[in-house]
């Protein structure tokens, strides 16, 4: 299984983004998407069913603000992002888990087997 991940950028605060991941291969039960500043621990964003009925997580600074979904024909997992602030600039992962995570696995990076390259996302005016 091969990720990448494209959309990201500068942006001014309160602006949106739109992150995806490209999965090519067999890519398993569950998409998330990790985001990571230099010097701190990898943090959960959000993660998706491919199947089952495509349930959806969201770490609670991502609630409201962030939507991610799926595009099965394509195989694509998009993050979107609106209302950015400063404090979302990180460097962003997606990562893919060969089974269908529960919400307590979902937020683990080791639950996840693949993952992407990394996408920059700044924050600012």
Not at 58 to 83: E, W
Request: glycine content about 14%; proline content about 2%.
């Amino acid at each position: 299984v091969q990720l990448q991940a494209s959309g990201g950028g500068l942006v001014q605060p309160g602006y949106p983004l739109r992150l995806s991941c490209a999965a090519s291969g067999r890519t398993g039960g569950t998409m998330g998407w990790f985001r990571q500043v230099s010097g701190k621990e990898r943090e959960f964003v959000s993660a998706i069913r491919w199947s089952g009925g495509g349930g959806t997580f969201y770490a609670d600074f991502a609630k409201g603000r962030f939507t991610i979904s799926r595009d099965n024909a394509k195989n694509v997992v998009y993050l979107q992002m609106n209302s950015l602030k400063p404090e979302d600039t990180a460097v962003y992962y997606c990562a893919a888990a060969e089974g269908t995570l529960i919400a307590s696995s979902a937020f683990s990076d080791y639950r996840y087997d693949y993952w992407g390259q990394g996408t920059q996302v700044t924050v600012s005016s």
